[in-house]
């Protein structure tokens, strides 16, 4: 991790050696990625501006919040 990534990025790392641990957290990520769906670029060039300026509104502020 270098100071870029942690202070711009806020990229933070762990390393755990637990295997009913490591089987629980990987449980709820296949969770999240069975309820996500891909973002493609036409479907971000049919949002309105409104909605635009939203997502960039919420990712200037969300490290603030």
């Known amino acids: 991790m270098d100071r870029r990534s942690f202070e711009l990025n806020y990229e933070n790392n ?3 050696y637990d295997p009913t641990l490591t089987a629980e ?3 709820r990520q296949d ?3 069975a309820r996500s769906y891909p973002v493609t670029a ?3 060039a049919r949002w309105s501006m409104t909605r ?3 997502n960039n509104a919420i ?3 969300g490290p603030v919040l």
Do not use: K, Q
């Open 42 to 44: 036409e479907m971000v």
């Open 59 to 61: 990712a200037m502020l």
């Open 52 to 54: 635009r300026f939203w």
């Open 14 to 16: 762990i390393l755990l």
């Open 31 to 33: 969770a999240y990625l």
């Open 25 to 27: 957290m990987r449980r």
